[in-house]
């Protein structure tokens, strides 16, 4: 590693910030970003924080032919008290160098990718909205640069972070979604990339996605790709179900993504003495508790919606409907917890939060 110090180069034209209250997801994107590059001769190097603008690549960059890309999410929270918090975002680092390692991308100094993500958020720190609902989220990626057509490990490689004031990701809020269980397409399979947060896992799910809502449906849930019977995901998120009283997760299983807010619902079930079982389930298991009555909540987790319940399975012509349509005690109090600890208006007996300086004064490097 060279050059670890980040340097900083403040943008000259501002851009006009948008209504907090008015904010969708993803499409405004704050005055800055960081940047890094990777070559062979000097490894990761030339960390730096310049003005947002359009990135100039090659059209033989074996990203867009190869598809060698990797990408987190993340959030940053405004506290009542003007503290910013990140979430567990060690956590993200750490996924994304797994990641980087299934898809051949050298490894990354995971302290100076944090180091210079705070110092990116001092910079913007006037980005952070600051309405309940609301919140900053992060976008590390890396993607190969090398212009070359051989299929190889690209040599050269860039690594972003971008910022996105944003507010709630689907329009429902926390109010439960309806979901068609998918029976002719496929997220991943165990051996794949179904593991890495890498970019064509996204965009082979957009099909189903498409066929989804054209039948009136936020979502698919996934089954595994080879018996076709065993729920893995839904949508981009991890997924749970309470079955009489018990909390059953899939198991990881080398296509299911270990999701962060995975990790941290788990963690917070052991803390409440909750069961909580990470297994295999089908869906025929599935049905069966619905039959009985023991299917009493089912939600997702993941960065950009933290909690989303779901309120009705469309599987094999037939409706499942869970918990009435509306909202389970747990999964409301799972979420009450988490934006809590998130946002910092509960205790965080874990330490999963960050906090970031943003008293720091952030002095151009140069301009």
Same mark, same amino acid.
């Given at each position: 590693?060279?050059?670890?110090? $980040? ?14 209250? +008015?904010? @969708? ?16 001769? +000097?490894? =990761? ?21 190869? %598809? ?23 956590? *993200? ?17 995971? &302290? ?14 006037? =980005?952070?909205?600051? !309405? ?18 051989? $299929? ?21 809020? #926390? ?6 269980? &998918? ?11 179904? @593991? ?25 849930? =996934? ?20 079955? *009489? %009283? ?11 993504? &270990? ?31 619905? +039959? ?23 599987? *094999?012509?037939?409706?499942?409907? !869970?918990? *009435?349509?509306? #909202?389970? &005690? ?20 874990? %330490? =999963?939060?960050?906090? $970031?300086? !943003? ?9």
């Amino acid at each position: 590693m060279t050059n670890s110090v $980040v340097q900083v180069e403040k943008t000259l034209n501002p851009k006009m910030k948008p209504a907090f209250d +008015q904010l @969708s997801f993803g499409t405004v994107f704050t005055d800055h970003m960081f940047t890094m590059e990777y070559t062979e001769e +000097q490894g =990761w190097h030339d960390p730096k924080i310049v003005p947002y603008e359009p990135i100039l690549l090659d059209p033989a960059a074996m990203v867009f032919h190869y %598809g060698q890309t990797v990408f987190e999410g993340l959030k940053a929270y405004v506290t009542e008290d003007e503290e910013v918090l990140l979430f567990r975002p060690e956590e *993200n680092m750490k996924r994304l160098n797994r990641s980087n390692d299934r898809l051949c991308i050298p490894a990354f100094d995971e &302290e100076l990718a944090l180091s210079g993500l705070r110092k990116l958020i001092q910079v913007d720190k006037d =980005w952070i909205p600051n !309405i309940e609902g609301t919140s900053l989220y992060i976008r590390p990626f890396i993607f190969a640069t090398q212009p070359y057509l051989g $299929v190889a490990p690209s040599k050269t490689y860039r690594f972003m972070i971008i910022l996105s004031p944003v507010g709630a990701y689907y329009k429902e809020g #926390i109010n439960p979604v309806k979901i068609a269980v &998918e029976s002719e397409f496929v997220r991943a399979v165990t051996g794949g990339t179904g @593991s890495a947060k890498t970019a064509g896992n996204y965009a082979g799910a957009m099909k189903a996605q498409e066929v989804a809502e054209a039948k009136g449906y936020s979502q698919v849930l =996934w089954l595994d790709g080879k018996e076709h019977r065993y729920i893995e995901e839904v949508g981009a998120m991890n997924v749970f179900f309470k079955l *009489n %009283g018990e909390v059953v997760t899939p198991e990881l299983n080398g296509s299911i993504l &270990e999701g962060i807010t995975r990790k941290s619902v788990i963690e917070l079930l052991q803390h409440w003495d909750i069961p909580i079982t990470e297994r295999k389930i089908s869906m025929e298991e599935l049905y069966e508790a619905y +039959q009985s009555g023991k299917l009493e909540e089912a939600f997702g987790t993941g960065t950009a919606a933290v909690i989303s319940p779901i309120g009705e399975l469309y599987w *094999n012509d037939k409706k499942i409907t !869970i918990n *009435n349509g509306e #909202i389970g &005690e747990l999964a409301q109090r799972v979420y009450d917890t988490m934006t809590g600890i998130q946002t910092g208006r509960t205790e965080d007996p874990f %330490g =999963w939060r960050m906090t $970031v300086d !943003i008293d720091t004064a952030v002095a151009p490097s140069h301009n």
